[in-house]
């Protein structure tokens, strides 16, 4: 439940934990750095133009990974970028969060066999919290992986470990395919 | 349309032009040139005697009957049945004669050097670096050969029918 949700019409007070505050603030303002490496870059483009306007969500790129939150790898990792992008994850300050958008940064995509040249997903040198699938993914993907980051940082506390968080998102976590049967049934009787 | 008018032996136009282009570079190098392969897509001939392939070049270039003044590509091949590494050169003459016409200039394997043509064309500095970097032929007189898309340090030559890609680069496991 968001913050904004609980009722603060009795002279604006608001009882909650700190835990709650500091992460609303830090969801709401994730700031990933602006840098792209091939078409995913262009689809992350679009997702932070205004027919998409990721800044609604407080998402506005950073020229410089000293103020950023969340690094969206959206592109070909290529191994002359590789050492490059472990120095930008090195220079983010903590907490930092790290989003592998499209098939080559998961996995290589299509130079999984014959690209000599290209690291075989992102993961292989810094740690992801959220790959979204696609070749590009759509900008409705790139923000439900957005979305899915903002879930994981509010399962953080002071003093739990980021694994910690992630076991309490697992358990919290819905399997959408109840979800979807039910809306297609909707859908179909009406 | 030029490229479809066919004369009366019933070849193209494009094909007529290039073996007159071809003609006068015969002419001027002789047996350094070999016969030209008039092909309907491409027309080529090679360059026989590579030591000469810069002196073609410039000649070709500034040839008032050829003015190629534009290198449209150059690009690298490798042959391992003839134990050779190659370049295809594409020439136009843009905005003045019109006409097309590709060089093959073919060196050993291993070690082999063919002249540079970059202070002909500025536009092969950076084609025969590509070249270079991907099929390790070494282009003497170059002004800067580096490799161009692979980092400095990569090992072997990838364009290479027989390139087996390196295990790690830099700590960071290669092949998946």
């Known amino acids: ?190 | 349309m030029e490229e479809t008018q066919a004369n009366a032996a019933g070849e193209s136009a494009e094909i007529t032009t290039a073996k007159a282009v071809w003609q006068v570079v015969r002419d001027a190098f002789g047996e350094a040139v070999s016969e030209l392969d008039a092909n309907p897509f491409m027309p080529f001939f090679e360059v026989l005697e590579r030591e000469r392939w810069r002196d073609i070049a410039l000649f070709m270039r500034d040839d008032p009957v050829l003015l190629f003044n534009y290198m449209a590509c150059l690009s690298g091949v490798d042959y391992p049945e003839e134990e050779k590494l190659g370049i295809v050169c594409n020439l136009e003459s843009l905005g003045k004669h019109g006409h097309k016409i590709a060089v093959k200039v073919k060196c050993e394997r291993e070690g082999g050097a063919i002249p540079s043509v970059a202070k002909v064309w500025k536009t092969a500095e950076w084609h025969e670096r590509e070249a270079f970097d991907m099929y390790g032929m070494i282009f003497t007189g170059h002004p800067d050969l580096r490799r161009i898309l692979c980092p400095e340090d990569w090992e072997g030559y990838p364009l290479r029918k027989d390139y087996e890609v390196q295990e790690t680069y830099h700590g960071i496991k290669v092949p998946n």
């Open chain 1, 1 to 190: 439940m968001g913050l904004l949700d609980a009722n603060i019409s009795k002279h604006n007070v608001l009882v909650t934990s700190v835990d709650n505050v500091m992460n609303w603030a830090r969801l709401s303002s994730l700031w990933p750095m602006g840098f792209g490496l091939a078409c995913c870059a262009i689809e992350m483009m679009a997702t932070n133009a205004s027919n998409h306007d990721l800044e609604r969500f407080g998402i506005f790129p950073r020229s410089s990974p000293r103020q950023s939150d969340l690094m969206i790898v959206a592109g070909t990792v290529t191994m002359k970028m590789a050492e490059r992008v472990i120095r930008l994850y090195e220079q983010m300050p903590e907490p930092r969060y790290v989003l592998s958008m499209g098939s080559c940064s998961n996995c290589g995509g299509p130079y999984w066999k014959h690209g000599y040249h290209v690291l075989k997903g992102v993961d292989k040198i810094i740690p992801v919290d959220v790959y979204v699938p696609g070749c590009p993914p759509r900008p409705e993907s790139l923000i439900g992986g957005l979305m899915k980051i903002q879930e994981l940082v509010r399962m953080e506390q002071i003093g739990i470990s980021r694994e910690e968080a992630i076991k309490k998102l697992d358990q919290k976590s819905l399997d959408p395919a109840q979800l979807i049967q039910g809306e297609r049934k909707g859908a179909l009787t009406t």
